[in-house]
T-cell receptor, first 115, second 115 residues
Framework: ETGVTQTPRHLVMGMTNKKSLKCEQHLGHNAMYWYKQSAKKPLELMFVYNFKEQTENNSVPSRFSPECPNSSHLFLHLHTLQPEDSALYLC??????????????FGQGTRLTVV | AQKITQTQPGMFVQEKEAVTLDCTYDTSDQSYGLFWYKQPSSGEMIFLIYQGSYDEQNATEGRYSLNFQKARKSANLVISASQLGDSAMYFCAMREGPAGNQFYFGTGTSLTVIP
């Protein structure tokens, strides 16, 4: 069982819909991430939260809205998406402070298709 | 400049043979960590191995070893005794420390193990 759980695993939505992706981690980590993985492209970091505070926002369009109510949960709210937003969205968590066990643990991803 | 460079888009290896996947990195930090992840077709990113910049010995985890050459800024992954289940995408990543929260990923190498 993975320590990072993402729901849903697959999502098909129209361009006018509003949906949310959920990520939950049970590893006691204090940093959480959203990544976008499109075909033939490297992973793109979207947002980073450290101790519930957003520390990175890599010029992500406002149609993607993150929410981190606590260190264990991370959401990505989606609205008025474009077909080019279709991708695999990966959530990850890690220890926020440098030290041992500093790798990021990933969820299984949400495969999003915008029609 | 790219933080992580993986120059091999695709690699083939015979079952039971060893294979080396290349990774070079770019950082001016003295403290950083290097990671390798495996991504099967299911999409989940699986952590394989970690090397700290101050570690004097190459990291090993079972059949995985990391050939760390600091002066050349390379962190190649060696998989020994390849198995069919090793067929997947492999990503090299770096985290700059001590307070860095970002994980920088390369474009990945697709490994196919041939029976």
């Amino acid at each position: 069982e993975t320590g990072v759980t993402q729901t849903p695993r697959h999502l098909v939505m129209g361009m006018t819909n509003k949906k949310s992706l959920k990520c939950e981690q049970h590893l006691g980590h204090n940093a959480m991430y959203w990544y976008k993985q499109s075909a033939k492209k490297p992973l793109e970091l979207m947002f980073v939260y450290n101790f519930k505070e957003q520390t990175e926002n890599n010029s992500v369009p406002s149609r993607f809205s993150p929410e981190c109510p606590n260190s264990s949960h991370l959401f990505l709210h989606l609205h008025t998406l474009q077909p080019e937003d279709s991708a695999l969205y990966l959530c990850a968590s890690s220890q926020g402070q440098w030290g041992q066990n500093t790798e990021a643990f990933f969820g299984q991803g949400t495969r999003l298709t915008v029609v | 400049a790219q933080k992580i460079t993986q120059t091999q888009p695709g690699m083939f290896v015979q079952e039971k043979e060893a294979v080396t996947l290349d990774c070079t990195y770019d950082t001016s930090d003295q403290s950083y960590g290097l990671f390798w992840y495996k991504q099967p077709s299911s999409g989940e990113m699986i952590f394989l191995i970690y090397q700290g910049s101050y570690d004097e010995q190459n990291a090993t985890e079972g059949r995985y070893s990391l050939n760390f050459q600091k002066a050349r800024k390379s962190a190649n992954l060696v998989i020994s005794a390849s198995q069919l289940g090793d067929s997947a995408m492999y990503f090299c990543a770096m985290r700059e420390g001590p307070a860095g929260n970002q994980f920088y990923f390369g474009t990945g190498t697709s490994l196919t193990v041939i029976p």
